[in-house]
């Protein structure tokens, strides 16, 4: 098994990432770890803290709350994509278990000296947690084994802005951190995850034939993405489908040999006005800007959705 921390700013396919890493015998969740994003912080922590109790998970998965806002700018206002609650306006119900007292940064510090050089980590949100960890404490690129983002794109469009996704965008300087720190990186960006789409017959699909003890999950994941569905529609992507960014990310840890990935190197845009948070790739025949990472290029959609949902 991989042993992760998952860090998100849980959000409707946060949540949906949860549940199925939650789900994956291959992957031993250390912690989860919350930031500001999709919505507050506080609100974050509290959808995953709901999220972790619909999946009962077998062991205990200790959360720790994360940055309230960006490292260096203000904090934006949060979009209306995942709803007034951050999961697609469901009610889940309260959780009993407590954030730890030990904050996001502190708790990947200690976890990466307790499980040096075994330790991944997933973000699904901005990259202002595990920037304030290396800040802390620089040496902590030499403990991690694997950094799976979800954010980026190279050629495909931005989505928050023409060229930039809403993680890399929403704290550029973060992402700059993370990417030239030297830690081996693999992008899962828009290039893959906006075709990696979850449909409607998908849900009628899973919801005939999931495991009986999975019954209160899948409903909530039908709820919640008929809500995502809604927004995909109104702004003119998509119909009755939706964009499964967060799990992506999981499947990429969970099986790095999923995607066609190239090595390219990449550099956060974090001055410019009209193309702040875009992830730069100097794709020429010698490429002087920026660091290398591990880009994924390509998807089989249909496999990789059919293999997030088979946990269920
Ligand atoms: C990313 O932004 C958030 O809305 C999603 O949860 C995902 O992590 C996609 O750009
Ligand atoms: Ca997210």
Redesign the pocket.
Known sequence: TKKVIIDV?T?I??AVAILYALKSPSLRIEGITTVF??VGVEQATENTLRVIQLAKPTYEVPVALGADKPLKRELNAFSN??GHNGIGNVELPVSTQEPLKEKAADFILRKSHELSGELSIIT??RLTNLAHALLKDPSLANRIKHVYV?GGAVQSAG?VTPVA???IWGDPEAADLVFSSGMAITMVG?DV?MKTNITKEHLEDLKQHCQKENQEMVAFIENALTFYFDFYRASNYLRDAAPM??PLTVLMAIDPYIMKTQQMKIKVECEGELCLGMTVADRRPNPAIGTPIQVCVDVDADLAVQKMLAVF
């Open positions: 700013d959000g396919d946060d994003g999709n994509v995942h699904l949100g979800m989505n996704e809403a993680n828009l995850t960014h967060d």
